[in-house]
């Protein structure tokens, strides 16, 4: 199964763009990597995926290495309700251990 | 958008009991999944059905038990219930393929005293 690494946690100004990067070099060619995010003790909620190419939805974009050997999640402008726990997740169903982001104003 | 709805939303029980949680699933959906996340833990994957069938396993415990219904819906049926398992019990459902979503309900808080 793949892995993932991802900061434990970063900091955000409000307004500011946030990275949040996640090593997943495991990653085998079919499996897509999704984000999620979980604000405290709700149910994760899903942010984007992809596979090979770029991607941009409403909520956010991703940007995923050539090699698929990593990705970054892009809020382009952070608010203080984007505080949560950011999960990259290359198969599916299991969730590592992911990054705290604090959105401070 | 009908989400996932999880029942009871909250449940305390006394150890060596037994909890059921229930799962429906956002309608035409037909993949459900069962996490555990404890205190201060990421959630952990315990089980998944496809179509009424077990299609994937994690850390369930033998304790444990799921099953999924012809309607979709799910139950996680836990027994001889203890106190490590107090934890928020989070459903998820999608459509089976490896590149759909899974969709997430609020979960059910369970504590056992």
């Known amino acids: 199964d793949a892995k993932t690494t991802q900061p434990p946690s970063m900091d955000c100004a409000e307004g500011r763009a946030a990275n949040l990067p996640c090593n997943h070099s495991?990653?085998?060619?079919?499996?897509?990597v999704y984000w999620y995010r979980q604000i405290h003790s709700q149910g994760p909620q899903y942010i984007i995926h992809g596979l090979k190419n770029n991607e941009t939805n409403e909520m956010a974009s991703l940007i995923i290495t050539e090699d698929r050997k990593s990705s970054t999640l892009i809020l382009p402008h952070a608010t203080l309700r984007d505080t949560a726990v950011y999960y990259c997740i290359p198969r599916w169903a299991v969730f590592g251990a992911g990054t705290i982001l604090r959105v401070k104003s | 958008a009908a989400g996932v709805i999880q029942s009871p939303r909250h449940l305390i029980k006394e150890k060596r009991e037994t909890a059921t949680l229930k799962c429906y699933p956002i309608p035409r959906h037909d993949t459900v999944y069962w996490y555990q996340q404890g205190p201060g833990q990421d959630p952990q994957f315990l089980i998944s059905f496809y179509e009424k069938m077990q299609s994937d396993k994690g850390s369930i415990p033998d304790r444990f038990s799921a099953q999924q219904f012809s309607d979709y819906h799910s139950e996680l049926n836990m027994s001889s219930l203890e106190l490590g398992d107090s934890a928020l019990y989070f459903c998820?459902?999608?459509?089976?393929?490896?590149?759909?979503?899974?969709?997430f309900g609020e979960g059910s808080w369970l504590t056992v005293v």
């Open positions: 998820a459902s999608s459509l089976k393929g490896y590149a759909n979503t899974i969709y």
């Open positions: 495991t990653i085998s060619g079919n499996e897509y």
